[in-house]
DNA sequence: TTGTAAGCGTTATCAC
DNA sequence: GTGATAACGCTTACAA
């Protein structure tokens, strides 16, 4: 009892008790078993969990580093996991983690297959999406601002002159499906017609995406432009245009290393992922703070800016 | 007692009760406690401790994925930690993880000073380290071989007929010393004098890249390849090189998108990340199940592969 | 200032 | 096949 009491500093014990007592403690390493403390003090773990679906991408490597500076800013640790995509594998860690009491869950959903999700099942722990949206269920979440920064980006093809334009994207997932709808609906407003040709949006990787920019590009009336849905794509339309040596515009989502020394004019789309988590992590410590872990359900959306990449003159500048 | 057997499928309780157990366990959302299991299981919190230097970096990013997956399909869960090299930081987590009963720590060490990593001194928790080798501790390791790639980089550099050969990289944390130790005897051994001017090793990032490669370049006799070891002293070096409007020739360390489409001659050691992460939790576990958490330490090396980008042709192929 | 008893939620053991 | 009891390591409340 006394060491409990001297370990954490319990002004009720003595200096000198203190003393020993530490020094005791340092001879043999002891640390009080945290696992015990949680259980008597009827507290959590002081954990929160977070639930990517690809820690291979930058993106959410990013998120999961805003989490994690956030969280240890206020004495929280972090569980890390990764689904793959993959929502049984998802709901598996959700209630694993549940069972551990964690103190929260910042999820970036696999799917809109959320049941899960919804604190009424998991003991009133309070749940944060990260970068889409919750489907059927009353939680935070924080998003970005993919319908404006799409539309910002289309217009500054539109701008420039252009009026066909094609579109590259991965699968649709909410983020994908969102940028795509602010190409759809700035196109729409401004009497554009889309040639349904020219949408492409099965390309995860480079290398289809370079494909499917091919294809669109070798049309028997090509864009002058495309409106890219991220970097992947974005870099395999580039090779496709240098490789067919046509002199097509892009824009895109994702800022990337590189993308001002291309041979070809680009717009990026840029925002900060490492945020993203930090917000997560900020309205989930609010939850835990005014423990009202259930119901009123907020949604930050935060801002994206646009970078014009001129083309790149291959002159050198004189030394 | 009886809730606690159904729940643990014990075959002495009945098949009736069994189906009772879990109906009501269904409705209530009920899930045993794990703090209390693990507490009195006298069993640590399946979890391993994973600490990074820098999540932002994908090659740790990576790492930290490979440790997830290999940690996951053991059923072990990943508490994942930041230090941002900070030496202080590491040695306040590993504390706070050895309290909460972690069965192992897998580190990438932000510095030689280690001594707080002794398993001896953590109640005989194993450590595995990841990038960086052990210094004054004996525990197990997972190592690039950043010697080898940097010789057979450098070789390429020589059979290409270059003598002038630059270098740069970051400051010495110790993958970059091995790389700039495989540049030096290489050359030594060939009798090649190295210009110490051309020798530039405190760039973190692009920007600086760029500077002290153009430095080199201004030299009176500048070299006529540059040694880069990792991408962002690579991509500097690009810029730079492109820029001046120099024809040297480049070697890196690291693959990097678009590194197939520079306008310069460019060979990269490739390597995968992921897998040293893969390798350290298997070290890790192989402890775990041995029971010999001390003493022994292995180093595992893992190779690397060298690609060689050719000058890439600004004439587009006909589509 | 220090020590004793009880209990957090679980499970091993023994009784019924 | 099921229930009672004790114990895992800790902390609160109370007693010495």
């Known amino acids: 009892m006394t060491v409990s009491r001297a370990l954490r500093n319990d002004p009720s014990v003595s200096e000198k008790t203190r003393q020993r007592v530490l020094a005791a403690a340092a001879k043999l390493h002891y640390r ?18 977070l ?42 860690i959700v209630n694993e983690l ?22 009424a099942r998991l003991n009133g722990i309070p749940v944060v999406l990260g970068a889409r949206p919750p489907v059927g269920i009353d939680v935070d979440c924080v998003l970005l601002d993919d319908f404006g920064g799409a539309t910002e980006a289309v217009q500054r093809l539109l701008t420039a002159g252009h009026r066909r334009i094609g579109f590259l994207g991965p699968p649709a997932v909410w983020t994908s499906a969102e940028r795509l709808r602010g190409f759809r609906t700035l196109l729409a407003d401004q009497g554009i017609e889309i040639d349904e040709q020219m949408v492409r949006c099965e390309q995860r990787d480079v290398g289809t995406a370079e494909r499917a920019a091919r294809e669109i590009l070798a049309l028997a009336d090509p864009p002058t432009a495309l409106f890219c ?20 515009v892009l824009a895109s ?18 925002y900060d992922p490492e945020q993203i988590g930090r917000e997560a992590a ?7 703070d005014s423990n009202s872990s259930v ?25």
Chains 1, 2 share one sequence.
């Open 32 to 49: 009080p078993n945290l696992l015990a403390r949680s259980l008597r003090l009827q507290q959590t773990s002081g954990t929160i969990g």
């Open 51 to 92: 639930i990517v679906t690809n820690l291979a991408n930058p993106f959410y490597s990013q998120l999961a580093l805003g989490v994690e500076t956030a969280a240890a800013g206020a004495g929280m640790k972090v569980i890390l996991n990764n689904t793959a995509d993959d929502v049984d594998r998802e709901r598996d």
């Open 98 to 119: 549940a069972a551990w009491r964690i103190e929260g869950l910042i999820v970036v959903p696999a799917s809109r297959e959320q049941d899960h999700l919804d604190p």
């Open 229 to 248: 849905a991220n970097s992947r794509n974005a870099i395999g339309a580039y090779r496709a245009v240098r490789g067919t040596g046509a002199n097509t």
């Open 253 to 270: 989502f994702d800022d990337f290393e590189l993308a001002d020394m291309l041979e070809v004019p680009l717009s990026v789309v840029r």
């Open 282 to 288: 900020r309205l989930l410590l609010d939850r835990l």
């Open 295 to 319: 119901g009123n359900g907020q949604r930050v959306v935060l801002p994206t800016s646009i970078i014009d990449y001129p083309l790149h003159t291959p002159t050198p500048d004189m030394r």
